[in-house]
């Protein structure tokens, strides 16, 4: 039923790849105002920016000679291929040595959102059509160019991720099980969820859902990181009952009616960690959070069946070449080192709130930064084309577009323009680096605007050349032209281009100044006689999604720490135990997010942390620390109904040890195996960053935090159940060591000495 249903969902469902978006300003929500404000600006760069590009052609050595433009008009011509609305030439730069056209295309013709590959590479082909003169250079750069260009390079960063994960996993899962056919066993259910859970989110994305680079990334690492957990979890138990003498079989039911509810609460707590995040503002997490959730749900179903099924074929040959015997010895090094934590409560819980303490000091000087990103992978077409523009045309980067509607054509009233135009140029803050009244050129007056238009009409209707018998010199002629970028054909939006001038565009100073900037506008709009306003922009898009990231981050914290207290409330019965549970994990969080600033930020000198680390830290810290909290905690609670709670925890330790440092190590590996592979900054902070939290889970929370705050609880880890009311029945007395000499006994049995052989 898994092959089947796997290879029916690859040929019938929708790749993931095709519904993916690479850029973060894709996913603000329509009512944001930077949103807002590039509906206003539509009439310039088309309905959709993201659907833009532009045409960007350069001599090197000097300036472009007739046969260069005369070429640059062929390519235009030619770029009109099927799925372009558009091309607008935008004229030549200040040094004569380039010239560039907006492309605009028609969205509904994208296969997939802000991609379109037939388009780009269609202009592409283009260029080599027109037949460009020596010297001459073309390139197709903006955001429709960068975005098809990083979906290319995401596909092969996304097959590297997986390759490498998978190379990673099968090789420690060899050190760890020293056998052959164990590995495979416990990765086929991961492989096939990943293959499963893939159609099943891109259909959820055809459907309407957002879905991210980020979330093809995690997905791989996340599905065979857990799903390799639960493997461990339960190969590990089938061993233990093994050794108990129970035949392969009977010890595969017995694991699973013990570790089974355990794999469940565990998977259980991280979807619903990451199910809360459809609840946020901010459309990348309301996607990623269900996404993610669907393919954690395929791989729980496939650890409670598939798993199951193929160790039950595979017997006691996934064991081989070892073979588990009665009577082996199974704990070491964690049982002597939970004895010594169990006799030394205090001194252990207080060194480790120091070493947490010490990393959580350094979210001092904690900065958010990638709030969007350039898409430009290098080496690239577009690649090229952004270097290019950003020499020849030092404002098109990044400039901030200052959107003015008017109710009426801005040719009756051009005193509305000028007003406009000294406003915002007396405006402390700004700098308008290009308007209507200069556009590039020759400046013009509002007056002489309105005169121009009443003799030319529209200046989007004029041809590159004045045609014959043209009433006004080629110099005004041009640069009235030129006014097409900055007022709309019917006259009622205006634009100008600012840059700030305290802070580099891009820079955090320039984002943090968009809500001033904005108040300026509005008043600017109120003497110009306006009805709206907005300012569109890489800067300002920032701003919003920062604004929604950090709103979204207050709101889900508290929900997720709820609805994961509530799921260990009910797995381990007491309302005592999820307290200091959930405040270990969260030590261990704050801890994680200081290790990346000082990692990141005071050595690495990167600008900042990328916006998403923190919320992405939060759910997978609080959830896959959970994990392994579910597992030690239910152990302890099921040697606790017959021990007293220090040899209770010896033993749960003893026996978990083993299997929680393994699959600790595994999903380490595997987030790690994302910063390599990733080949960018957000996955290599968000990578390393979950790695090391899952790795103080791992060796410093279950080990030191946990067992020492349990030892001095005692039985008040189990209020208000009724294994809080009275000690654990009698049990024969243990070796004076708790961790030497331990064999694998039922839930129940008492501790005995381990043997070489025969009956002891």
Not at 569 to 580: G, K, W
């Given at each position: 039923?898994?092959?089947?249903?796997?290879?029916?969902?690859?040929?019938?469902?929708?790749?993931?790849?095709?519904?993916?978006?690479?850029?973060?300003?894709?996913?603000?929500?329509?009512?944001?105002?930077?949103?807002?404000?590039?509906?206003?600006?539509?009439?310039?760069?088309?309905?959709?920016?993201?659907?833009?590009?532009?045409?960007?052609?350069?001599?090197?050595?000097?300036?472009?000679?007739?046969?260069?433009?005369?070429?640059?008009?062929?390519?235009?011509?030619?770029?009109?291929?099927?799925?372009?609305?558009?091309?607008?030439?935008?004229?030549?730069?200040?040094?004569?040595?380039?010239?560039?056209?907006?492309?605009?295309?028609?969205?509904?013709?994208?296969?997939?959102?802000?991609?379109?590959?037939?388009?780009?590479?269609?202009?592409?082909?283009?260029?080599?059509?027109?037949?460009?003169?020596?010297?001459?250079?073309?390139?197709?750069?903006?955001?429709?160019?960068?975005?098809?260009?990083?979906?290319?390079?995401?596909?092969?960063?996304?097959?590297?991720?997986?390759?490498?994960?998978?190379?990673?996993?099968?090789?420690?899962?060899?050190?760890?099980?020293?056998?052959?056919?164990?590995?495979?066993?416990?990765?086929?259910?991961?492989?096939?969820?990943?293959?499963?859970?893939?159609?099943?989110?891109?259909?959820?994305?055809?459907?309407?859902?957002?879905?991210?680079?980020?979330?093809?990334?995690?997905?791989?690492?996340?599905?065979?990181?857990?799903?390799?957990?639960?493997?461990?979890?339960?190969?590990?138990?089938?061993?233990?009952?093994?050794?108990?003498?129970?035949?392969?079989?009977?010890?595969?039911?017995a694991a699973m009616g013990r570790v089974g509810a355990s794999i469940t609460f565990s998977a259980l707590t991280v979807i619903a960690a990451l199910a809360c995040l459809a609840l946020a503002s901010f459309p990348l997490y309301r996607g990623l959070g269900p996404a993610l959730a669907i393919g954690l749900a395929v791989m729980l179903a496939a650890a409670l069946t598939l798993l199951p099924a193929l160790l039950a074929i595979a017997g006691r040959a996934v064991f081989w070449p070892t073979r588990p015997a009665v009577g082996q010895q199974t704990t070491g090094g964690w049982g002597r080192l939970a004895a010594r934590v169990v006799r030394h409560p205090v001194p252990v819980l207080i060194a480790g709130l120091l070493l947490f303490g010490a990393l959580a000091a350094g979210l001092t000087g904690y900065t958010a930064d990638g709030f969007t990103n350039a898409a430009t992978p290098a080496g690239t077409d577009s690649a090229a084309g952004t270097s290019l523009l950003a020499a020849h045309y030092p404002t098109a980067n990044r400039p901030d577009s200052l959107l003015l509607h008017f109710p009426t054509p801005i040719w009756d009233h051009p005193t509305s323009l000028r007003t406009a135009g000294q406003q915002l140029?007396?405006?402390?803050?700004?700098?308008?680096?290009?308007?209507?009244?200069?556009?590039?050129?020759?400046?013009?007056?509002?007056?002489?605007?309105?005169?121009?238009?009443?003799?030319?009409?529209?200046?989007?209707?004029?041809?590159?050349?004045?045609?014959?018998?043209?009433?006004?010199?080629?110099?005004?002629?041009?640069?009235?032209?030129?006014?097409?970028?900055?007022?709309?054909?019917?006259?009622?939006?205006?634009?100008?281009?600012?840059?700030?001038?305290?802070?580099?565009?891009?820079?955090?100073?320039?984002?943090?100044?968009?809500?001033?900037?904005?108040?300026?506008?509005?008043?600017?709009?109120?003497?110009?006689?306006?009805?709206?306003?907005?300012?569109?922009?890489?800067?300002?898009?920032?701003?919003?999604?920062?604004?929604?990231?950090?709103?979204?981050?207050?709101?889900?914290?508290?929900?997720?720490?709820?609805?994961?207290?509530?799921?260990?409330?009910?797995?381990?019965?007491?309302?005592?135990?999820?307290?200091?549970?959930?405040?270990?994990?969260?030590?261990?969080?704050?801890?994680?997010?200081?290790?990346?600033?000082?990692?990141?930020?005071?050595?690495?000198?990167?600008?900042?942390?990328?916006?998403?680390?923190?919320?992405?830290?939060?759910?997978?810290?609080?959830?896959?620390?959970?994990?392994?909290?579910?597992?030690?905690?239910?152990?302890?609670?099921?040697?606790?109904?017959?021990?007293?709670?220090?040899?209770?925890?010896?033993?749960?330790?003893?026996?978990?040890?083993?299997?929680?440092?393994?699959?600790?190590?595994?999903?380490?590996?595997?987030?790690?195996?994302?910063?390599?592979?990733?080949?960018?900054?957000?996955?290599?902070?968000?990578?390393?960053?979950?790695?090391?939290?899952?790795?103080?889970?791992?060796?410093?929370?279950?080990?030191?935090?946990?067992?020492?705050?349990?030892?001095?609880?005692?039985?008040?880890?189990?209020?208000?159940?009724?294994?809080?009311?009275?000690?654990?029945?009698?049990?024969?007395?243990?070796?004076?060591?708790?961790?030497?000499?331990?064999?694998?006994?039922?839930?129940?049995?008492?501790?005995?000495?381990?043997?070489?052989?025969?009956?002891?």
């Amino acid at each position: 039923m898994w092959v089947l249903g796997v290879v029916a969902g690859i040929r019938l469902l929708p790749s993931l790849a095709n519904v993916t978006r690479t850029s973060n300003s894709q996913f603000l929500p329509a009512g944001a105002p930077s949103q807002h404000a590039a509906g206003l600006a539509a009439p310039f760069q088309g309905k959709d920016a993201a659907a833009t590009a532009v045409i960007i052609a350069a001599r090197p050595d000097g300036p472009l000679t007739p046969a260069d433009n005369a070429a640059i008009d062929r390519v235009e011509a030619a770029a009109q291929v099927p799925g372009v609305t558009q091309v607008r030439d935008q004229g030549t730069s200040a040094d004569g040595r380039a010239r560039k056209a907006l492309v605009v295309t028609d969205p509904a013709t994208e296969p997939d959102p802000g991609q379109n590959p037939p388009v780009v590479n269609g202009i592409r082909a283009a260029f080599t059509q027109a037949g460009a003169p020596a010297g001459l250079v073309l390139h197709l750069a903006g955001p429709l160019a960068q975005s098809t260009d990083a979906a290319t390079a995401s596909a092969q960063t996304g097959n590297n991720i997986r390759k490498f994960t998978l190379l990673f996993v099968i090789v420690l899962l060899f050190v760890v099980y020293r056998a052959l056919l164990a590995p495979l066993v416990t990765l086929v259910p991961a492989v096939l969820s990943l293959l499963l859970a893939g159609p099943l989110i891109a259909q959820a994305g055809k459907a309407g859902m957002p879905v991210s680079t980020a979330t093809q990334q995690l997905l791989v690492v996340l599905l065979l990181g857990a799903g390799t957990d639960y493997g461990l979890f339960l190969v590990f138990r089938i061993r233990e009952e093994i050794r108990r003498g129970l035949a392969p079989r009977e010890a595969l039911v017995a694991a699973m009616g013990r570790v089974g509810a355990s794999i469940t609460f565990s998977a259980l707590t991280v979807i619903a960690a990451l199910a809360c995040l459809a609840l946020a503002s901010f459309p990348l997490y309301r996607g990623l959070g269900p996404a993610l959730a669907i393919g954690l749900a395929v791989m729980l179903a496939a650890a409670l069946t598939l798993l199951p099924a193929l160790l039950a074929i595979a017997g006691r040959a996934v064991f081989w070449p070892t073979r588990p015997a009665v009577g082996q010895q199974t704990t070491g090094g964690w049982g002597r080192l939970a004895a010594r934590v169990v006799r030394h409560p205090v001194p252990v819980l207080i060194a480790g709130l120091l070493l947490f303490g010490a990393l959580a000091a350094g979210l001092t000087g904690y900065t958010a930064d990638g709030f969007t990103n350039a898409a430009t992978p290098a080496g690239t077409d577009s690649a090229a084309g952004t270097s290019l523009l950003a020499a020849h045309y030092p404002t098109a980067n990044r400039p901030d577009s200052l959107l003015l509607h008017f109710p009426t054509p801005i040719w009756d009233h051009p005193t509305s323009l000028r007003t406009a135009g000294q406003q915002l140029s007396s405006k402390p803050g700004l700098r308008i680096v290009a308007g209507p009244l200069d556009p590039g050129g020759t400046p013009l007056s509002a007056d002489d605007l309105a005169s121009l238009h009443t003799r030319l009409g529209p200046a989007q209707t004029l041809p590159a050349t004045p045609p014959p018998g043209t009433p006004v010199p080629a110099s005004i002629y041009q640069a009235y032209r030129a006014t097409a970028q900055f007022i709309t054909a019917d006259g009622h939006t205006v634009q100008f281009t600012a840059l700030p001038t305290a802070a580099t565009p891009g820079s955090h100073a320039a984002i943090a100044a968009i809500p001033t900037l904005r108040t300026t506008l509005t008043d600017v709009a109120r003497a110009a006689d306006a009805d709206d306003s907005g300012i569109a922009g890489p800067d300002a898009a920032a701003y919003d999604i920062g604004h929604d990231s950090t709103t979204d981050l207050y709101l889900i914290v508290p929900l997720v720490l709820a609805v994961i207290g509530v799921l260990l409330a009910a797995l381990l019965r007491s309302l005592t135990a999820p307290l200091y549970l959930i405040a270990t994990v969260g030590l261990s969080y704050l801890a994680a997010l200081g290790f990346a600033v000082i990692a990141f930020t005071h050595l690495g000198h990167d600008d900042g942390i990328i916006f998403l680390i923190p919320i992405l830290l939060f759910v997978f810290a609080m959830a896959l620390g959970s994990d392994y909290n579910i597992l030690l905690m239910s152990r302890i609670r099921e040697e606790a109904h017959t021990h007293p709670l220090p040899e209770a925890l010896t033993r749960a330790i003893a026996h978990t040890g083993g299997s929680i440092t393994s699959a600790g190590l595994i999903l380490a590996g595997t987030f790690t195996v994302l910063a390599v592979a990733g080949n960018n900054p957000q996955a290599r902070q968000l990578g390393y960053t979950i790695a090391f939290a899952v790795l103080l889970d791992t060796f410093f929370v279950r080990t030191l935090l946990v067992p020492s705050t349990a030892a001095l609880l005692g039985r008040w880890n189990w209020w208000p159940s009724a294994l809080s009311r009275g000690p654990a029945d009698p049990t024969p007395t243990a070796p004076p060591d708790p961790a030497a000499g331990l064999t694998a006994g039922a839930a129940g049995d008492p501790i005995r000495p381990a043997t070489t052989g025969g009956t002891p």
